[in-house]
Every structure is written in structure tokens, then in C-alpha cells.
Nanobody
Framework: QVQLVESGGGLVQAGGSLRLSCAAS????????MGWFRQAPGKEREFVAT????????SYADSVKGRFTISRDNAKNTVYLQMNSLKPEDTAVYYC???????????????WGQGTQVTVSS
């Protein structure tokens, strides 16, 4: 069992930056690939970024490439999402998830955090 808690969301102007954190419980954090997903009101949940267990491999949705960076610190049981050059269309609730592989499909993850709201104003 893994418990995930996101933090770092808030209100920011377009072009600004935010850094999201996802803190995990337990001693097996390094055994899981991690992903970030987001869901805007009235929209389906969508893939944002993933990172392998070691942190060596990352992947990103086309919409965030060059702007967002996913990273992890296994010693701190934490995964991060650095978001730069934010756009209004980035507005959503952001969730972190843990799974056996860095899938881009949210349905393949085993554990989810409660989400943190990111609002980008124009």
C-alpha cells in the first residue's frame, strides 16, 4: 500500500511557474514508477508526465513538453512536477499516481493522491 499526498498547487498568472510535490508513505516508494495526471472541469483525466523507478527515464504529453519537468527523490519519497510557462489551459486538478510501470494511461496505476488545484489566469 502506498499513500500519496500532493501539494504546491495554487493560482498563478499565465507565464508563471509552480512546483508540485507528491509525498509518498511507506518504504517501497522506489519500487514504483510515478505519473502526473490532470483533470479540468468537464474534461477527462489526461496524462501529463511519467518517471521510471530510478528516475532515469521520463515522458511527457506533447502539450507540456519543454515546459514541465518531472523528477523524483527516492530518499525523500517524493516526486515533483516543475511547471513553467503556464497557460490557462493548464488549469486543472493535478494528481500523482504510483504503478508498476510508467504508463501514460491512468487506469494502469495502482495508487492515487487526492489532487491539488492549479489555476492559471490569463
Amino acid at each position: 500500500q502506498v499513500q500519496l499526498v500532493e501539494s504546491g498547487g495554487g493560482l498563478v498568472q499565465a507565464g508563471g511557474s509552480l512546483r508540485l510535490s507528491c509525498a509518498a508513505s511507506g518504504r517501497t516508494f522506489s519500487s514504483y514508477a510515478m505519473g502526473w495526471f490532470r483533470q479540468a472541469p468537464g474534461k477527462e483525466r489526461e496524462f501529463v508526465a511519467t518517471i521510471s523507478r530510478s528516475g532515469f527515464s521520463t515522458s511527457y504529453a506533447d502539450s507540456v513538453k519543454g515546459r514541465f519537468t518531472i523528477s523524483r527523490d527516492n530518499a525523500k519519497n517524493t516526486v515533483y512536477l516543475q511547471m513553467n510557462s503556464l497557460k490557462p489551459e493548464d488549469t486543472a486538478v493535478y494528481y500523482c499516481a504510483a504503478g508498476g510501470n510508467p504508463y501514460s494511461s491512468g487506469r494502469l496505476y495502482d495508487y492515487w493522491g487526492q489532487g491539488t488545484q492549479v489555476t492559471v489566469s490569463s
